[in-house]
């Protein structure tokens, strides 16, 4: 009776094994997806790999598909450092500064970034950056902290500015053709520079605020904004500065020049500015959610992409008012 009860268990010992080595199928695994609405994001703009953002941890992600779906980009040393700013030179050249004097490079529209600054002790963030008219990077950030790389971003050295106090840079700005520059910060700090960057000049205060960033508009027209809604516009390069008309005190901490000239600024309390009269006069374009926004990207199909404390948003535009032939609008 016991040999073919061994006999059974042998079959069914053997059968087991064949069973767990042959092969099926196994069903994929689901895609993993990136909490892009749920990240602290700093910074967004448009390569020729798609569209970039970064923010918390050292986090670098690119959408191809215009914000619709997103995956991260490649580092060569994750330093976990909160990213605050993407800068681009051209289409395929970037740097993404962040804390402890981080700096990473890219060649390829922000796909894959090599690091090629960063402080081991005692580093401090870097807030902009921008590649002058000689090829040269200048970057900036607190307590007046300036970096030249004269190797396109490979390697940086400290460098100064003339009589520059230890007050936060926070954002370098051009004109279109490279030859007007600004530079603003914490206290009102503004520096002009009229030759491409080569030399500088201390603009006298008109505002004892911080100061976020700066857009050239043309021209000699400037916008310059900051704290509690403090925005400032010049008409003469920088000589003398006018506040703007805001409709809420809300900090501003990014903008966006849209092709027919609109200036679009983003800011505390989900709210968006427009101004359609070079910055004298601003009104609430959207207003959504309580989120910080720190940045905004333009969509090829008009959406606004914005980066926010919060994680990234999308918002449509609303239609502009239509005029009736008596000349009413509705």
Request: hydrophobic residues 40%; aromatic residues 6%; glycine residues 12%.
């Amino acid at each position: 009776m016991l040999a073919p009860v061994g006999m059974a268990m042998a079959l069914i010992v053997a059968a087991a094994s064949i069973y767990s080595f042959s092969p099926r199928h196994v069903p994929p695994l689901q895609e993993t997806r990136i909490p892009v609405d749920r990240m602290q994001l700093t910074t967004i703009e448009r390569s020729k790999a798609g569209i970039v953002t970064a923010g918390e941890i050292g986090s670098i992600l690119v959408s191809a598909d215009e914000g619709r779906s997103w995956h991260q980009a490649r580092l060569s040393q994750d330093r976990q450092a909160l990213i605050t700013r993407i800068v681009f030179a051209d289409e395929i050249h970037g740097l993404a500064l962040g804390h402890e004097g981080w700096i990473l490079r890219t060649e390829d529209g922000g796909l894959n970034w090599q690091e090629t600054h960063f402080t081991e002790s005692n580093g401090e963030p870097l807030m902009s950056a921008r590649r002058l008219p000689t090829g040269d990077w200048l970057a900036i950030g607190a307590f007046g902290q300036v970096l030249r790389s004269t190797d396109d971003g490979r390697s940086w050295s400290p460098d100064t500015l003339p009589d520059l106090s230890d007050w936060h840079l926070n954002d370098i700005a051009s004109s279109a053709d490279g030859r007007h520059w600004l530079i603003v910060g914490e206290a009102g700090t503004v520096l002009r520079s009229d030759d491409g960057g080569g030399n500088w000049e201390i603009v006298p205060p008109f505002y004892n605020g911080s100061l976020y960033g700066a857009a050239h508009l043309g021209g000699k027209r400037w916008v310059a904004y900051g704290m509690r809604g403090n925005v400032f516009t010049s008409a003469d390069g920088g000589d003398s500065w006018q506040a703007a008309r805001i409709p809420a005190p809300v900090s501003i901490y990014g903008h966006a020049l849209l092709p027919g000239g609109e200036l679009l600024l983003v800011g505390q309390g989900g709210m968006v500015l427009s101004s359609k009269d070079g910055g004298r006069h601003f009104d609430i374009a959207n207003r959504e959610g309580r989120a910080s926004l720190t940045d905004i990207a333009l969509a090829r199909d008009g959406r606004w992409l914005l980066s926010s404390d919060g994680g990234l948003q999308v918002r449509t535009p609303s239609p502009a008012p239509r005029n009736t032939q008596d000349g009413a609008t509705e």
